[in-house]
């Protein structure tokens, strides 16, 4: 069974701060996702990686597969950024029809 | 475009009560469609998956059951609640295997 490791768990940041979430999982995987939850618990897929570097808009997700760790980085964080993110994990050998195995979560808050 | 509906957003019901659950999804055939659970400081944990009509599979054992009846509807039920069926329920859908998937807004469930 695959661990998925956050970190951290909860962060504080003033608004425009460059923001880090890291993310590292025990056992080989097919893809990573990063979600984003906000206070009201709907839950919207931001990326979804198997290898090197996507970016949206300030956010920018990166993926080391030899070292099995994860990075999701906001630029020019703003109080709406505010929300928990979330480190999934799709494994070659667990969960039949992409079944996810989920971290706890990053709870994020910028202040204004 | 496609689109997730789940409902209720909140429920409270009493031990040993009954529960359903529904979600349904538009704009896209023959989706895998999953139900989870997130626990109060926890991560999210997958219950349920479908690949099809009357396909159930279980991730955990427990108190819960779902049903798939129609290609777009997913079903959550239990024939009497329990105080740690407590949590907050999310339905997904994704096209295949490995694509994003797509979350409802989540049912928030409490028992008293």
């Known amino acids: 069974k695959n661990e998925v490791e956050q970190s951290p768990q909860n962060l504080t940041a003033q608004e425009g701060e460059f923001i880090t979430i890291n993310c590292s999982y025990s056992?080989?995987?097919?893809?990573l996702h990063w979600l984003q939850q906000h206070p009201g618990g709907g839950i919207v897929s931001l990326f979804m990686l198997s290898s090197g570097k996507k970016k949206h808009g300030r956010l920018i997700a990166t993926i080391n597969i030899q070292e099995k760790h994860s990075s999701l980085h906001i630029t020019a964080s703003h109080p709406r950024d505010s929300a928990v993110y979330i480190c999934a994990v799709r494994s070659y050998s667990g969960g039949g029809a992409d079944g996810l195995t989920f971290g706890k979560g990053t709870h994020l808050i910028i202040q204004p | 475009s496609q689109t997730i509906h789940q409902w209720p957003a909140t429920l409270v019901q009493p031990v040993g009560s009954p529960l359903s659950l529904e979600c349904t999804v538009e704009g896209t055939s023959n989706p895998n469609l999953y139900w989870y659970r997130q626990a109060a400081g926890r991560g999210l944990q997958l219950l349920f998956y479908?690949?099809?009509?009357?396909?159930i599979s279980s991730e955990v054992p427990q108190n819960l059951s779902a049903s798939r009846p129609q290609d777009r509807q997913f079903i959550l039920s239990s024939k009497k609640l329990l105080l740690s069926d407590s949590g907050f329920y999310l339905c997904?859908?994704?096209?295949?295997?490995?694509?994003?998937?797509?979350f409802g807004d989540g049912t928030r469930l409490s028992i008293l």
């Open positions: 997904a859908w994704s096209v295949s295997g490995g694509q994003p998937q797509h």
């Open positions: 056992v080989g995987i097919s893809a």
């Open positions: 479908s690949v099809g009509i009357g396909q």
